[in-house]
Every structure is written in C-alpha cells, then in structure tokens.
C-alpha cells in the first residue's frame, strides 16, 4: 500500500507549487524595478525640479505678460526666479553635485544664456504667427527640456 501512495504522490511533489513560483517572479521583477529606478533616480529628480520650475515660470510669466504686454520683460523676469530656483534644486537634489560654485555656475549661466536664447526666439516666434502667449510658452518645453536635461548632466554637473 505504501509503494502506491509513493506513486501517486511523486509527480504532485516534483511539480512547483504555483503561488510561490508567482511570488518568486514578483519579488524578482520588484528588484530588478527597484534596481532600475535606484540607478536612474537622477532622472526623476531632474524631472521633478524641472516640473517645480516650469510651474514657477509659467505662472510668473503670465502675470508679468498680462501686466505689461511684453514678452521680453515677461519672460526675462519669469525666467530670473525660476532659473534661480532650478539651478539649487540641481546642484542640492538632483545631481548632487560636488563641484565648486563658481565653475558649476559659470557653466551654467552658458547653459542658462543659451537655451533661453533659443526659447524666447520661439516664443516670439510663435506669438509673432498669431498663437497666444499662454500656448506659446507651452511649445517649446519639448524639444528644449531635453536637450537642457543632456547639457546638465554631461557639461554642467559632471563630476
């Protein structure tokens, strides 16, 4: 009798059971998640701060231009008090960077005198062709946060 029980029961033990193979998996899977967003977490810090300052600059930019109607002004103004903000968050936060002032700040005033060049000529640009400016200052953020994301890292706060 117990050399049949032996037989049925040997392939219900060689099989694994289902619930711990699929807690397996998930405990694998939310390592190798954990591991991913752990070695990237400078990205969603960047993002984060990025958000922080566009919000910043946005809403400063639309009271300035309601007020005074220039762009100029406006998004000269807006972009002083954010860009201010965004380059502590970076330096503190999201890159954790440990060079010196003087040279991370010098490089970024390039960084910063560059692309805000380059996004005040598109958002004159735009308003010029008829779009409002609370549009316009949407359309740029796309192909211009990408690119600031790249020259902060690899040039600004490399170290």
């Known amino acids: 009798m117990s050399e049949r029980l032996k037989i049925v029961r040997s392939p219900v033990r060689s099989r694994p059971k289902p619930q711990k193979f699929k807690i397996f998996l998930k405990g694998q899977m939310l390592r190798e998640v ?45 972009g002083l008090v954010s860009i201010t903000f965004n380059y502590l968050a970076h330096y503190i936060w999201s890159f954790k960077s440990n060079s010196n002032h003087s040279r991370a700040g010098a490089k970024y005033l390039v960084n910063l005198i560059l692309f805000w060049i380059l996004g005040t000529i598109f958002l004159k640009s735009l308003i010029t062709i ?30």
Do not use: H
């Open 34 to 78: 954990s591991n991913f967003l752990f070695r990237f977490r400078y990205v969603y810090r960047w993002a984060l701060v990025g958000t922080v300052t566009f919000l910043i600059d946005y809403v400063l930019f639309l009271a300035i231009y309601s007020a005074n109607n220039s762009v100029y002004i406006a998004n000269f103004c807006s």
């Open 130 to 159: 008829g779009l409002e400016a609370k549009y316009a200052k949407l359309i740029p953020i796309p192909i211009i946060a990408p690119l600031s994301f790249l020259s902060l890292k690899f040039f600004v706060f490399r170290t």
